[in-house]
């Protein structure tokens, strides 16, 4: 199975694992990127099951509005039963890098308000040791240079992701070279440095299931 279809088949085995969750009144967390942009469009087939959903990012909820589904303000929920969204790696602890479309910000505010993160990949973000992929560190646009000089006193090599605008308004710079080892540690760290929003690691929130598509079909991991 090629990528895609991959994402299609963990989209479809995440539809089955919430609708036992679903109720009238239920607003579900929806993420950010192509995997989750597979689980929203077989979502428009329950939408009738479930109040409505928030969204990690503005591009996710223009699509669930697209299939009629409502979408409401974090601030206007509270907790959610449960919240779906990709990863960019993810390791055995069920611990993530993400923010490979921007989006990290949100997907931790709305995953710390989950009860339950069900992790949606394909087998290729399976890693032992994170670091592989960039980690994502959003930052106040005017402290991009300072927090930049900062990264690079700790041996990371922050590249800026040109042309990139969050949601938030922010700007992203991408840690390469940095094999993590200790992510709680190190996301405590970096989200410590002025002027950082937050970076990608979800160590302190990690995933509570992860639904891994292989060529031998979905993997369910906890
Ligand atoms: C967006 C994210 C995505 O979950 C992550 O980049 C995975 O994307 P995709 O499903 O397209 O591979 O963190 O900020």
Do not use: W
Not at 29 to 57: C, K, N, P, W
Not at 78 to 94: F, K, M, Q, S
Not at 120 to 148: H, N, Q
């Amino acid at each position: 199975m090629n990528q895609n279809a991959l994402k299609r088949a963990v989209a479809v085995a995440a539809i089955d694992e919430i609708r036992p969750l679903l109720a009238k009144d239920s607003v579900i967390g929806v993420g950010t990127g192509s995997t989750a942009d597979h689980f929203i469009d077989l979502l428009a087939e329950l939408r009738h099951d479930f109040q409505g959903a928030v969204a990690s990012s503005r591009a996710s909820a223009e699509r669930l509005k697209g299939h009629g589904i409502d979408v409401f303000e974090l601030n206007h929920v509270g907790t959610v039963p449960v919240y779906v969204d990709g990863a960019d790696e993810i390791n055995p602890r069920l611990e993530m890098i993400k923010g490979g479309g921007a989006a990290l910000t949100r997907e931790k505010i709305v995953a710390a308000c989950a009860e339950r993160f069900i992790c949606i990949a394909d087998a290729s973000k399976r890693v032992e040791v994170l670091g592989g992929y960039p980690l994502p560190v959003e930052v106040i646009p005017m402290a991009r240079s300072y927090v930049a000089r900062e990264l690079v006193t700790r041996s990371i090599t922050p590249v800026y992701r040109d042309g990139v605008i969050t949601d938030n308004g922010n700007q992203i710079l991408d840690c390469y070279d940095f094999l993590i080892e200790e992510p709680r540690e190190i996301e405590f760290a970096l989200n410590n440095i002025v002027g950082v929003v937050t970076n990608g690691l979800f160590a302190h929130r990690p995933a509570d299931l992860l639904l891994l598509g292989t060529d031998q079909g979905v993997e369910r991991l906890t």
